[in-house]
């Protein structure tokens, strides 16, 4: 087996300009590792920066959707791409912020079928709307997500969160990147 963690090699944090090495050592002091997106996106410091403040700005807010149900944006869309790295490193994150063990896991599998409550389902079928055929993205997703509670700005925090996790598999598919081991068995 090929133990690479991404086909364009890695940058080790000790490599990293300062202001990133701190950053990616506060993660890996919370988390007792340094995931191998930093460590793949190292090599490109500037574009490492600029994922790192988009991700914290939409996944860090206070507003909006709670930060289990950020997550279930992100798990939802990254098993609807097939992006292998985001569903387990972003399903250990669920498990975690939900204390539900298995939720990430039948996400991830079929989102579109999945048992959820009548505010998860809604999430869940909009991150699907803009993953899966965005161009077709219209009215009647947002008229259903309103119905089923979510403001105008949990609509938002859906539609940049999957935005962002769509580019995201996709740098993971380009880079195929490998998750870190610690991922799979956190949170259950």
């Known amino acids: 087996m090929d133990e690479r963690v991404s086909r364009f090699g890695v940058v080790e944090p000790e490599e990293l300009p300062e202001d990133l090495r701190e950053r990616i050592g506060v993660i890996a002091e919370k988390s007792g590792f ?5 460590r793949a996106l190292g090599h490109r410091p500037a574009e490492l920066r600029a994922f790192l403040d ?6 860090d807010r206070a507003e909006g959707l709670s930060k289990a149900e950020r ?3 992100v798990v939802a869309t990254s098993g609807a791409n097939h992006c292998t790295y985001c569903v387990v490193a ?3 994150i669920l498990r975690i912020r939900s204390k539900d063990p298995e939720l990430a896991d039948r996400v991830s599998s079929n989102p579109w079928q999945v048992e959820l409550d009548t505010r998860q389902r809604a999430i869940v079928d909009l991150a699907l709307a803009l993953t899966r055929d965005s161009a077709r993205f219209g009215e009647e997703h947002l008229r259903d997500a309103r119905a089923a509670g979510l403001t105008d700005d949990e609509i938002w925090d859906v ?12 740098l993971a598919h380009l880079t195929a990147l490998r998750p870190n081991p610690e991922f799979y068995g956190m949170g259950r």
Do not use: C, K, Q
């Open 90 to 92: 972003h399903g250990a």
């Open 71 to 73: 997550e279930l944006v």
């Open 159 to 170: 539609g940049a969160i999957t935005a962002l996790f769509a580019m995201s598999n996709r």
């Open 54 to 59: 988009y991700h914290d700005a939409l996944m």
């Open 34 to 38: 340094v995931p191998n997106i930093f």
